[in-house]
């Protein structure tokens, strides 16, 4: 994961390389800050790496540059600066998560924000419940944009975009949460119940997939986490429209991830089981003793716990080589 908990997130860029280190004190660029990073890039000659480590770098440099490092900074000793030369300090990364007003999107939303990232916090209704989502990322250190919009609609999407934009320029990260469920039987089941499963978890999915991929291409970065469902997976009786859809968004993030991966946009999805959330709370105490027996770990999972698994594939530097994949994270419920 990238950082702790207590550090902020810095994004630096040296000889057209980018690094992300954690730093918990300023941007200077100190031997004792980069003990919390686990990838640094440093730019000092390769003796002087080779011999505070007591190795030889194995990757080549050039120009006398040090690139990629994938050593632990505390294999460093402490005190004076490593850095010879000055660093660009380029700005944190910007994500949109898309209905972060309530549960995981909230999590996530303040997981990115806590680690001193830029958030546009989406809502559809509960406007005040992403005021007070935006308030707690900048408590946290981060910056944060409230914007309202209904992400099956495609204007509302484009306003969406436009105002991160508008704003700080650029959009590096998005993740694709928003989700409602309208659950019954098949045979019960109405057209409309169908369409606006579909229209906001899959059809929205793909049009917020669009806005973002026109703006990643052209700075050849980006990572696009999808919140599918294990119901996706497995498929859940009185969930035909619920589970087509994030079955859909597992094909979507596939392909996705096939065609722009020759942009260096990572898309990746995952697949929770039960979450404590507003919407697993409307489940009956006898459904949820029964989805209880389902789960090897006993228990649901917590938004914070997506939100981790989110904020590995959106930020960390090791995620970098992971692409078009989907993660469980259900408590052992599907193996
Ligand atoms: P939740 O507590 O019901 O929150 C849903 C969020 O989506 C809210 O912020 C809501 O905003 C927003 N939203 C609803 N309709 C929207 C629309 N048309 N446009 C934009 N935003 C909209 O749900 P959750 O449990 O956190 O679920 C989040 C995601 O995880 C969903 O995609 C869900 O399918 C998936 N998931 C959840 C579970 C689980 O067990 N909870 C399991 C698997 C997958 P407002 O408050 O403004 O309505």
Same mark, same amino acid.
């Given at each position: 994961?990238?950082? #702790? /908990?207590?550090?902020?997130?810095?994004?630096?860029?040296?000889?057209?390389?980018?690094?992300? +280190?954690?730093?918990?004190?300023?941007?200077?660029?100190?031997?004792?800050?980069? $003990?919390?990073?686990?990838? *640094? %890039?440093?730019?000092?000659?390769?003796?002087?790496?080779?011999?505070?480590?007591?190795?030889?770098?194995? &990757?080549?440099?050039?120009?006398?540059?040090?690139?990629?490092?994938? +050593?632990?900074? $505390?294999?460093?000793?402490?005190?004076?600066? @490593? +850095?010879?030369?000055?660093?660009?300090?380029?700005?944190?990364?910007?994500? *949109?998560?898309?209905?972060?007003?309530?549960?995981?999107?909230?999590?996530?939303?303040?997981?990115?924000?806590?680690?001193?990232?830029?958030?546009?916090?989406?809502?559809?209704?509960?406007?005040?419940?992403?005021?007070?989502?935006?308030?707690?990322?900048? !408590? &946290?250190?981060?910056?944060?944009?409230?914007?309202?919009?209904?992400?099956?609609?495609?204007?509302?999407?484009?306003? &969406?975009?436009?105002?991160?934009? !508008?704003?700080?320029?650029?959009?590096?990260?998005? %993740?694709?949460?928003?989700?409602?469920?309208?659950? #019954?039987?098949?045979?019960?089941?109405?057209?409309? $119940?169908? $369409?606006?499963?579909? !229209?906001?978890?899959?059809?929205? %999915?793909?049009?917020?997939?669009?806005?973002?991929?026109?703006?990643?291409?052209?700075?050849?970065?980006?990572?696009i986490v999808n919140i599918s469902s294990v119901v996706g997976?497995?498929?859940?009786?009185?969930?035909?429209?619920?589970?087509?859809?994030?079955?859909?968004?597992?094909?979507?993030?596939?392909?996705?991830?096939?065609?722009?991966?020759?942009?260096?946009? #990572?898309?990746? /999805? *995952?697949?929770?089981?039960? *979450?404590?959330?507003?919407?697993?709370?409307?489940?009956?105490?006898?459904?949820?003793? /029964?989805?209880?027996?389902?789960?090897?770990?006993?228990?649901?999972? @917590?938004?914070?716990? +997506?939100?981790?698994?989110?904020?590995?594939?959106?930020?960390?530097?090791?995620?970098?080589y992971i692409t078009g994949q989907t993660f469980n994270i !259900?408590?052992?419920? %599907?193996?």
């Amino acid at each position: 994961m990238a950082g #702790t /908990a207590s550090s902020s997130l810095r994004v630096w860029t040296v000889a057209s390389t980018t690094a992300v +280190v954690a730093s918990s004190t300023s941007s200077a660029c100190t031997r004792a800050s980069l $003990q919390l990073s686990p990838r *640094i %890039v440093l730019p000092c000659s390769r003796r002087a790496v080779s011999l505070a480590l007591g190795f030889k770098p194995c &990757l080549k440099s050039s120009a006398g540059v040090v690139r990629w490092l994938g +050593v632990r900074a $505390q294999g460093l000793a402490a005190t004076e600066p @490593l +850095v010879s030369e000055p660093v660009k300090l380029v700005d944190a990364p910007v994500s *949109i998560v898309t209905g972060s007003s309530r549960g995981i999107g909230k999590a996530i939303a303040l997981a990115l924000g806590g680690a001193g990232g830029k958030v546009l916090v989406n809502y559809a209704r509960s406007a005040k419940e992403a005021e007070e989502v935006a308030q707690q990322i900048e !408590d &946290l250190g981060g910056s944060a944009l409230v914007c309202g919009g209904d992400m099956s609609k495609e204007a509302d999407v484009e306003a &969406l975009f436009k105002a991160a934009l !508008d704003k700080w320029g650029t959009v590096d990260i998005l %993740v694709n949460n928003a989700g409602i469920t309208k659950d #019954t039987l098949l045979m019960r089941m109405k057209k409309q $119940q169908w $369409q606006d499963v579909i !229209d906001l978890n899959l059809t929205g %999915v793909f049009l917020c997939t669009q806005a973002a991929t026109k703006v990643m291409m052209k700075k050849r970065k980006g990572r696009i986490v999808n919140i599918s469902s294990v119901v996706g997976v497995t498929g859940n009786i009185g969930q035909a429209n619920y589970a087509a859809a994030k079955a859909g968004v597992i094909g979507l993030t596939k392909s996705v991830a096939r065609e722009y991966a020759s942009r260096n946009i #990572t898309v990746n /999805a *995952i697949a929770p089981g039960f *979450i404590t959330s507003d919407m697993t709370a409307k489940l009956n105490e006898e459904t949820e003793q /029964a989805i209880l027996k389902t789960i090897p770990l006993g228990r649901y999972g @917590l938004p914070k716990e +997506v939100a981790g698994l989110v904020k590995f594939l959106a930020l960390d530097p090791a995620a970098a080589y992971i692409t078009g994949q989907t993660f469980n994270i !259900d408590g052992g419920m %599907v193996m």
